[in-house]
């Protein structure tokens, strides 16, 4: 895109989302029609309502419209997620934005070692095996190497946003972000609360993600992740590891899914995309 193309104000509304009004930033795509979303004071836990925690469109947009809103990411700081229409949250305004400042607190490797102590401690007590989390068990392997680019990472979202979006019922959310995994926090997303009851953290893991396997957030549901991966793993080792860390994030993938680490990743080996939910 032209440098003189990059001088256009934000529209109306969604200047809202930042602190500071957006103050320098530029949107030269056109938007559908959309109005900002403002979170439900009842969702709050203890930070208050200061600005709106997203833009939503009011129809579902096209995959090509999300890949010229990425896009423009640098220049707007809005990163552009294809919500599922199906779930309402969205619209009720039922998120608990936290402060992108907040992902800073957490660390990836220690939130790993954490969640993993705390899921194997009921079951040292019930005496259960820990066959379906062979070849680790009870003891936590910490994160996994990086893995080597098959594509650019937005080149890998790009495609991955033309798998999920076309034909299928996406609206378009806005977040003001500098990254997509911090799009998590800041929206409000509460769909791993049975999980950990905190958004940060996660988000954490995502940019940990993002550095070392070319993650990018591109479709979020009420209770679910969708991402694209340009640096997935090549060989089974690797993947048992990268399913190791998966299994932190969302035990449901193993529990509710494949069944064993090696057996869910066996389907991560060359994978361009991930997948999450939770119940």
Known sequence: MDDHRRGRALPAGVYRLFADGGNGRTLNVPLPDGAV?????SYRRDH??????FWLSDAPVTADVWRALAAEHPYSGLWPLLLD????????GQVAPEPESEIDVYDPALFMAEVWQDMIEPRLRYGDDFDDLAPFGKYCPGLAPP??????????????????????TTLLGLVAASRSADALAV???????NHNQWTAPLAAVVRSWEDRFGVRLVRVGFNTLE?????????????VHI??????????VIAQGA?????????LVGRNAWSFWWD
């Open 227 to 239: 991402f694209s991966v340009s640096a997935p793993p090549r060989e089974l080792e690797h993947a």
């Open 37 to 41: 979303v403002w979170p439900d004071r």
């Open 243 to 252: 399913a190791a860390e998966h299994w932190a994030f969302c035990p449901d």
């Open 48 to 53: 208050p309502v200061t600005r709106p925690a």
């Open 85 to 92: 229409e199906s779930a309402q949250p969205w619209s009720a």
């Open 259 to 267: 069944g064993s680490l090696e057996a869910y990743a066996a389907e």
């Open 147 to 168: 893995g080597e680019p098959m594509a650019e990472p937005q080149e890998a979202a790009d495609w991955y946003a033309g798998q999920i979006a076309d034909g299928l």
């Open 187 to 193: 929206m409000g997303w509460q769909g791993a609360l």
